[in-house]
């Protein structure tokens, strides 16, 4: 549950590090003149479309780990037994992808930046902006559900977790537990429509950077450490 | 607008059959070859108030929301977190899945279906027809499956198939858009438009609607949509698409400017000189639009795999689902079945050789190099042999004076003369002469009476004395006198095929000028270039071998490869013998003399003036002196046959594993359907390779001489 929680806690911070995209999208989805109820509509159909496809790849990367880390035929442990081998790899791996988005959010590896971000990013926002006026209520919904498929290091790192998980249920959750976090930032971005203080996002990032480098490291230990097992239980594990 | 119009797609320019999607896209009428060019399309062109492609992304959101969400579930009852207690709400989960499932088929299945009819009605089992009958039998099997209470259903599969085809599909469209790059100019140009001035107002007219002697305005950045002079204003233009060299070319009042080259940087107001459908912008235009439409050898043979391939699939579908529904469940085998028929989608075949050649075609037209027919792109990379016509080809066909052999007076003294005299002809020699005095900065002497003596020469008056200029039959009508010393210069000289003209005055004639086509500056780079690539270079002239030994010698062709004095039947016949020793073989000429050759050739090549553009004997034309560009044509052509030959590869390579996985039911349809995705987009990226190739050399000439350039192209428009 700790996990989770971190991880909510990450997105929450991160979600201010990503009102330079999301949040800008979140404005410009702006105020329903049908009125105040209507407009919270609006951004809540966003973010749950939003939502949904942070849940998806979760649930995709975990079903995807966990094809990896289990042999033909046998039962899914679901993290129950101990850790074999395929998921110690997976996890060594999705730790040390974790760590090098953590250490981008810190500005200390900048070429990375150029892979998590450049790739057709801006192209498809471009496309995009022809939902954030259109009317109805299915257009904030599907714009979210595309959104969601926006290239971000936070996803990436929330995924790379997700796919370590080696499970549907719990690579749902883990994204679920980031999706969730970042509601609150873009409710309010969609609502106040004012870009928080650039000293207030500075913290954002080092706090995201600091919960998505903890958890890389836990995860690391994780495929490493023959104690960790105990140890990941308690990490990972709903309570 | 006729289908005639729509033979290529809108959106990535690759051609289309009869019965293409259509749309109207901001007042245009658009077509496209498939479902993902025509999403694409909409997406990028779309304007945020049209409701249009705000309406597709708004179904595809809400088709991704709720096909994600079936998934989402589906893995969950995969991974059994359903089990032991919650495992009475089975049926109720099955349920919900069907009201998800049921509005994303129709949503994101909608277009599969309206294409696998169309395609049906042209009589073509397509792609689509596959997706759809493999989505519908997973649909319906799922939804009795859930009304009988059965425990497995795959409304998971049947949507998410169609979501990976959707992504799938409008990648790969985005892939070929880009391809498309550098084709777009030449093709946007047909529905181009020019700014009209009328008295005070200004207009905007379709280009084909514009004839001579009306003004146009053209701001900087623009294309000039046609031939004409420059009224007011100064600037520089860009001639690359239609000269094949990118340079800046300075225009002011009274200049000419071409269609097609680019205003760079001042407004100009121009009067068109011509009817705009007839400039050489349009013709080009016209040629590589009707090239992308024709259909290469490798396109024809992928087109009739992919016809009896689809059909094929069928039946291995149907009959993997019979023969496992007798030894496996019968929802495993109808998972297999579905898995052939989703990953034997032959779209990557059919991909793989109109992309290739299409960029090919794209990426030598923006250098002015005009391919008209696919096939020869293809027979282009496999020559082996390159004959070229002596005359305008690996000379400038026009004559210089190469000699003056003077005896009992001065060489300037005798050109001035000559000078005075030629410019009254109109003669090619005489060209050459006044250019030879200017060169030298001698003014003419001034000449009256100028009589031109039919075949022999010019004759005239200069301070009482006669001056003439011509052959020693000439001198002799005159009863002058050749000094022994003068004739055996002249008998020498034309010995070895130069042109001879006698130059005298008073009673004597005083000196020779010989007069010769001398070879081009890049001819002799451009064959052993033509040499490293391992292709066999020949000579095949009309003209006196003497003259063929001397040129060959000079760009470096050897003399065995050398045939003279040979009519245009003969260089033909020439042409096949050599083309039966050394295999595959292209003639290169300036299309005035050696129609029959370039049409006998394996590919003709005219390196050429704007009138042969309408010549139908040559299958590539390159720019004026082009000559230079020659090789990396080749280069091109190589580059685009090994691109095919991979993709092919690729594809079909792909196809029979895939399909033996899937029969084996080794592979999971919704697998198949990622991996089908994938597939072409790997064509799309090997084609997209060609992109990398580098550019043409530049010519020096073009650097040493850009003013004489310009005029020599206004003046062939002019012609």
């Known amino acids: 549950m700790a996990a989770y929680l971190v991880i909510f806690v990450a997105g929450f911070a991160g979600s201010f590090h990503c009102i330079g995209m999301c949040g800008g999208f979140a404005c410009a989805l702006g105020r329903d003149p049908q009125g105040r109820g209507a407009t919270v509509l609006r951004h809540l159909l966003y973010n749950t479309g939003r939502l949904t496809t942070y849940c998806f790849l979760g649930g995709l990367a975990g079903a995807f780990g966990q094809v990896i880390c289990t042999p033909q035929g046998a039962t899914v442990p679901l993290l129950s037994g101990p850790l074999d081998t395929g998921q110690r790899i997976l996890a060594i791996l999705a730790g040390l992808l974790m760590i090098a988005m953590a250490l981008q959010f810190f500005g200390l590896l900048p070429h990375l930046h150029r892979v998590t971000a450049g790739f057709g990013a801006s192209t498809l926002a471009a496309s995009l902006r022809s939902l954030l006026t259109a009317p109805g209520h299915a257009a904030p919904l599907a714009f979210g559900v595309f959104n969601g498929f926006l290239p971000c290091p936070l996803v990436y790192a929330f995924a790379a977790q997700a796919a370590s998980t080696a499970g549907a249920l719990h690579g749902f959750l883990t994204m679920a537990a980031f999706g969730l976090g970042t509601f609150p930032a873009l409710l309010l971005m969609g609502g106040v429509g004012r870009a928080l203080a650039p000293a207030w996002r500075q913290r954002g990032v080092w706090l995201a950077g600091s919960c998505i480098l903890l958890l890389g490291l836990v995860t690391v230990g994780r495929g490493i450490l023959p104690f960790a097992v105990h140890f990941a239980h308690g990490w990972t594990e709903p309570a | 607008m006729t289908a005639q119009d729509h033979a290529l797609c809108s959106h990535c320019l690759l051609p289309i059959g009869r019965r293409a999607m259509r749309l109207t896209v901001n007042g245009e009428a658009c077509a496209f070859c498939c479902y ?8 990028k062109h779309g304007k945020t108030e049209e409701w249009e492609a705000a309406w597709l992304l708004i179904r595809l959101g809400v088709g991704g929301f709720l096909s994600m969400n079936i998934m989402l579930f589906s893995l969950l009852l995969y991974s059994d977190a359903f089990s032991g207690a919650d495992a009475e709400m089975l049926p109720w989960i099955h349920l919900l899945l069907w009201l998800f499932a049921t509005p994303a088929v129709i949503i994101l299945g909608g277009p599969f279906l309206r294409e696998a009819w169309l395609h049906g009605m042209e009589g073509r089992l397509t792609s689509s027809a596959l997706i759809v009958l493999g989505v519908g039998a997973a649909y319906f099997y799922s939804a009795f499956a859930t009304i009988e209470g059965s425990p497995q259903v795959y409304f998971d599969t049947a949507t998410m198939v169609l979501m990976l085809f959707t992504a799938g599909y409008y990648l790969d469209a985005a892939g070929r858009a880009r391809a498309a790059r550098d084709l777009q100019p030449l093709l946007a140009a047909e529905s181009e438009w020019a700014t009209v001035v009328i008295g005070d107002g200004e207009y905007r007219r379709p280009v084909r609607e514009v004839d001579a002697g009306v003004l146009v305005r053209v701001r900087p950045g623009e294309r000039i949509p046609v031939d004409g002079v ?13 000269t094949g060299e990118s340079r800046q070319i300075a225009k002011g009042v009274g200049s000419h400017v071409i269609a097609g080259s680019i205003n760079l940087d001042g407004p100009l107001l121009i009067q068109s000189r011509g009817v705009a459908n007839a400039t050489r912008w349009a013709q080009i235009c016209r040629s590589v639009r009707d090239a992308l439409i024709r259909r290469s050898p490798s396109q024809r043979l992928a087109d009739n795999i992919v016809g009896v391939f689809v059909p094929i699939i069928l039946v291995l579908g149907i009959g993997a689902s019979v023969y496992w529904a007798q030894h496996l469940s019968f929802d495993r085998a109808l998972l297999i079945g579905l898995a052939v028929l989703v990953v034997a989608c032959p779209c ?9 050649t299409s960029l090919g075609i794209g990426r030598l037209a923006r250098h002015g190099c005009l391919v008209r027919d696919p096939a020869a792109l293809e027979a282009l990379a496999r020559i082996r042999l390159i004959a070229f016509d002596k005359t305008g080809t690996l000379t400038s066909g026009q004559a210089r004076v190469v000699a003056i052999d003077s ?4 060489a300037d ?8 005299l ?3 002809s109109e003669h090619g020699l005489a060209r050459a002469i006044a250019a030879a005095a200017a060169a030298r900065g001698l003014e003419p002497v001034a000449i009256h009476d100028v009589r031109v003596v039919p075949g022999r020469g010019i004759r005239g008056k200069s301070d009482g004395r006669i001056v003439a200029a011509g052959s020693a039959a000439l001198m002799r009508e005159l009863g002058w006198s050749l000094t022994p010393n003068l004739a055996e210069h002249g008998r020498q000289r034309e010995a070895s095929s130069h042109s001879v ?11 020779a000028l010989s007069l010769d086509d001398t070879p081009l500056p890049e001819a002799r780079s451009t064959v052993e270039a ?10 095949l002239t009309g003209d006196l071998p003497a003259a063929a030994v001397r040129i060959a010698a000079a760009v470096g062709i050897e003399t065995g490869d050398i045939e003279a004095g040979l009519t245009p039947e003969a260089k033909r016949a020439a042409l096949g013998r050599r083309r039966h020793d050394h295999g595959m073989a292209a003639m290169v000429g300036d299309g005035l003399n050696d129609a029959p050759v370039l049409a006998g050739a394996d590919v003709g090549i005219a390196v050429g003036s704007a009138t042969d553009l309408a010549r139908e004997a040559a299958a590539v034309v390159l720019p004026p002196e082009g000559l230079r560009t020659l090789p990396w044509v080749i280069d091109v052509a190589r580059a685009v046959r090994a691109t095919i030959l991979t993709n092919l590869a690729w594809a079909f390579g792909y196809n029979l594993i895939a399909i033996g996985l899937a029969m084996v039911g080794v592979l999971q349809p919704v697998l198949a359907a990622a991996v089908m995705a994938g597939s072409s987009i790997v064509v799309v990226l090997n084609s997209l390779r060609l992109e990398r190739l580098p550019e043409p050399v530049p010519s020096a000439a073009a650097e040493s001489a850009p003013a004489s350039r310009s005029t020599a192209t206004s003046n062939q428009k002019a012609a």
């Not at chain 2, 003209?501 to 000196?511: D, K, L, M, R, T």
């Not at chain 2, 033509?530 to 000579?539: A, D, I, S």
Request: one cysteine or more.
């Open chain 2, 422 to 424: 030629e410019r009254h």
């Open chain 2, 530 to 539: 033509l040499r490293r690539r391992g292709v066999r270079v020949t000579l």
């Open chain 2, 36 to 43: 993902g060019c025509c999403i694409a399309y909409q997406v």
């Open chain 2, 407 to 410: 005896d009992g007076t001065s």
């Open chain 2, 230 to 242: 420059i009224m007011e204003g100064e600037s520089h233009t860009d001639e690359a698409l239609l």
């Open chain 2, 413 to 420: 003294a005798v050109l001035a003369h000559a000078a005075g």
């Open chain 2, 501 to 511: 003209i006698y130059v005298g005055w008073g009673e004597q004639a005083y000196a």
């Open chain 2, 348 to 356: 990557a075949v059919g991909l793989a050789a109109p992309m290739a």
